[in-house]
């Protein structure tokens, strides 16, 4: 089972309006979470990286939340344009080592339309 | 933008060829990765160094072999290909410092295999 759950797996919504994405994780001892924007084609760009003491991280029009009691991070975007079409990935990094093993979901595929 | 590069970012080939994907980054980054990202699924890694000479299979097994003679170049080689190695691998680096380090992904390649 994978340590990393994100929901849903896939959405679509109209351009100018929000949206939350989910991810469920287990990992454990952890480290740090981060959410990662991959357009088609090309890879993994980080928008944000939130460690166990940070509740609220933004990146512009993008928000992310982290609850590490209950293992649940979401990330909001407010707005949205046609250019966030992309999927989006939440990487979780354990602190079992001194450089961290990465945890990778499977994405969330965002489509914007006009 | 980050400064790493991958090479071809198409390659369709036939089966039992010998293939290299090449993986160069400007950064000065220590620490590079071989992630391998099928449709709709999780990125597994699976090679990584932590700088030259040095070099470390991931969690997914693969057939593949990789070098690290220059910090800056990490090419990944199939002796030979097999329609089972069909799939995007992308390159990523960071620095070894700390786990909140972000990757840097590079534009991936994309592998087909007749």
């Known amino acids: 089972k994978n340590q990393v759950e994100q929901s849903p797996q896939s959405l679509i919504i109209l351009e100018g309006k929000n949206c939350t994405l989910q991810?469920?994780?287990?990992?454990?001892?952890?480290?740090?979470l981060r959410w990662y924007k991959q357009d088609t084609g090309r890879g993994p760009v980080s928008l944000t990286i939130?460690?166990?003491?940070?509740n609220t991280k933004s990146n512009g029009r993008y928000t992310a939340t982290l609850d590490a009691d209950t293992k649940q991070s979401s990330l909001h975007i407010t707005a949205s344009q046609l250019s966030d079409s992309a999927s989006y990935i939440c990487?979780?990094?354990?602190?079992?080592?001194?450089?961290?093993?990465?945890?990778f979901g499977r994405g969330t595929q965002l489509t914007v339309w006009p | 933008e980050a400064d790493i590069y991958q090479t071809p970012r198409y390659l369709v080939i036939g089966t039992g060829k010998k293939i290299t994907l090449e993986c160069s980054q400007t950064?000065?980054?220590?620490?590079m990765y071989w992630y391998q990202q099928d449709p709709g699924m999780e990125l597994h890694l699976i090679h990584y160094?932590?700088?030259?000479?040095?070099?470390e299979k991931g969690d997914l097994s693969s057939e593949s072999t990789v070098s690290r003679i220059r910090t800056e170049h990490f090419p990944l080689t199939l002796e030979s290909a097999r329609p089972s190695h069909t799939s995007q691998y992308l390159c990523?680096?960071?620095?070894?410092?700390?786990?909140?380090?972000?990757?840097?992904f590079g534009p991936g390649t994309r592998l087909t295999v007749l």
């Open positions: 160094s932590y700088g030259v000479n040095s070099t």
């Open positions: 939130m460690t166990f003491s940070e």
């Open positions: 990487v979780v990094i354990d602190r079992g080592s001194t450089l961290g093993r990465l945890y």
């Open positions: 991810c469920n994780y287990t990992v454990s001892p952890f480290s740090n």
């Open positions: 950064m000065g980054h220590d620490k």
């Open positions: 990523a680096s960071s620095e070894v410092v700390r786990s909140t380090d972000t990757q840097y």
